[in-house]
């Protein structure tokens, strides 16, 4: 019951917190850390006692799915060398340079305890990336790597993170035990998450078949998914997260066209809030147990090392993505045949900025154990938990606020490709709509089924004469979009207002109100994914 009402508490703190943080000139992760800083030093504020292995199978498994369920895989295939330099290469550099600088700075922190803190910090995070990358709408390409880096180095980062929890265990560390065991895990974990993804989609179509399913089914199983991929691998011996991602990449590839319209919708609704909830919880949790760690840290070391640590361990961080980004632009052994043009060192300096760290660090980094097998006090947790926090709080505070502003003095703008894609689409199903329609012509055997007929034909005759007017110059076109969405919307605000007006005076009963409702609230959400971004 204690527990429930915590997670209550928490909630309760996340809402009010995204509301506040909407006045602050910083990412919300920040001000979810802050609040909980600041709620851990209210005595009358619960106090939360974590579970590393509970909150590392909690947080994880969802947030990681939800990555490779978003991914777009031709894009990712497309850009699958840069990605994998991101992904692995920058991954092993950044764990090495941050491990030995941490090795080198911090008294008594063991070696592989320090390269388990370069491992943990090594991952991007998507959330605060696409938040600012969305809304400026940056070349596709640019998109897609970043995007695609976030998932793949969230799973080289977090399984370069256990080996080395394991070496710290073992007490040796061995590298080429190491890349034969990273090998046999991988391949093992990848191929679990395929077949955990095939045999629930497997599921859901039969469930379809056999007429029992509906979308509440379809979104539990959808939910659970990436937890029966972690638990199988975990069960198998073989990595977890590789296993998730996995599952998350059949999914993203599977769904889309296996879903039904309501089901898709409501999904997509549900695991917004349930991400919205995880990067929400995890961050506030971080912030509750900042007093309890930073007085565990100040035991052993003193205000001023603590900064110093700090402040060369993110550094380092911030350094070697810039170091491996820029080695690809210059270095043609790198990057063989691609010259350093002005456009590419945009892209470089994008890439090399865009390195915020977030939730799937601080997860990784609060699961680790509190002990040894022996019983011992885990060596290193608290000063590595510590970092690890510094590090997110740096990026977040340094590269988070500034990353916008860059890209607009670069001039990075939204290339051709995804509209004349978009175009090609749209043009492509209204004429196939249009080809059905006529082809019905013949089955109308009643006027008002002809008059119905000549009617919806007209609607699409119409929608394919406004696309073929967007042969016209792009600028125009968007200009005459966006005046449409403008009388749509003051139309569609004038049907709401209306409707909800004859419901609030008792002219139409709630079976009618509700209806009306929801397909005002499609029609809106199709509103808001139609028109291009204003000119800036």
């Not at 045999?199 to 509906?214: E, I, M, N, T």
């Amino acid at each position: 019951m204690l527990a429930f009402e915590h997670a209550l508490v928490l909630l309760l703190l996340i809402a009010s917190l995204n509301v506040v943080g909407r006045w602050l000139p910083w990412p919300q992760l920040i001000t979810y850390l802050l609040g909980g800083v600041i709620a851990a030093l209210i005595p009358a504020f619960p106090r939360i006692r974590l579970d590393p292995g509970f909150f590392f199978l909690c947080f994880l498994p969802p947030l990681l799915f939800a990555d490779g369920w978003l991914m777009p895989l031709r894009e990712f295939v497309r850009a699958r060398r840069p990605i994998l330099t991101l992904a692995v290469g920058l991954v092993i550099f950044t764990t090495l340079a941050v491990g030995l600088v941490a090795h080198w700075l911090v008294p008594g922190l063991p070696l592989a305890m320090a390269l388990a803190l370069g491992a943990i910090v090594s991952p991007t995070d998507a959330v605060a990336v696409n938040a600012i990358t969305e809304r400026l709408r940056v070349p596709a390409r640019l998109s897609t790597i970043l995007n695609g880096e976030s998932l793949m180095n969230d799973a080289t980062g977090l399984v370069g993170f256990k080996f080395a929890l394991a070496a710290v265990v073992a007490g040796t560390f061995s590298l080429s035990r190491i890349a034969l065991s990273f090998s046999l895990l991988a391949l093992g974990g990848f191929a679990t998450g395929l077949v955990v993804g095939y045999v629930v989609g497997r599921l859901r179509d039969a469930l379809k078949f056999l007429q029992v399913s509906d979308p509440l089914i379809e979104i539990t199983l959808s939910l659970l998914t990436p937890f029966a991929a972690y638990l199988a691998a975990e069960f198998l011996g073989v990595s977890e997260i590789l296993a998730v991602v996995a599952a998350g990449l059949y999914s993203g590839w599977r769904d889309p066209v296996r879903m039904d319209v309501e089901t898709r919708q409501t999904t997509f609704a549900v695991w917004g809030l349930t991400l919205f909830w995880l990067n929400g919880v995890a961050f506030v949790l971080l912030g509750l147990q900042f007093p309890s760690l930073l007085a565990a840290v100040r035991d052993h070391y003193s205000v001023g090392q603590l900064v110093g640590f700090t402040a060369g361990v993110a550094t380092t961080a911030m350094l070697a993505r810039f170091v491996w980004v820029y080695s690809g632009v210059y270095l043609p052994f790198l990057s063989p045949g691609v010259c350093a043009s002005p456009a590419r060192r945009a892209t470089a300096l994008t890439i090399s900025w865009a390195g915020m760290r977030g939730t799937v660090t601080l997860a990784g980094a609060l699961s680790i154990p509190l002990l040894l097998p022996d019983g011992t006090p885990f060596p290193g947790r608290d000063i590595t938990i510590f970092l690890a926090f510094g590090v997110i709080a740096a990026t977040l505070l340094v590269q988070g606020t500034s990353l916008e502003r860059l890209i607009r003095r670069l001039h990075l703008r939204e290339d051709d490709s995804r509209a004349q894609e978009e175009h090609l689409a749209r043009t492509s199903a209204v004429e196939a709509g249009l080809k059905v329609l006529r082809s019905l012509e013949a089955a109308a055997a009643t006027p008002e089924q002809s008059a119905a007929l000549g009617h919806v034909a007209a609607e699409y005759e119409h929608r394919l004469a406004a696309l073929a007017a967007e042969g016209e110059t792009r600028t125009s076109a968007r200009r005459r979009r966006r005046a449409e969405h403008h009388y749509r919307t003051a139309a569609l605000e004038a049907e709401r207002h209306t409707v909800n007006d004859l419901w609030r005076r008792g002219v139409i009963a709630d079976e009618v109100h509700r209806p009306l409702q929801q397909l005002l609230d499609h029609e809106e959400a199709m509103l808001r994914a139609g028109p291009p971004p204003p000119d800036s």
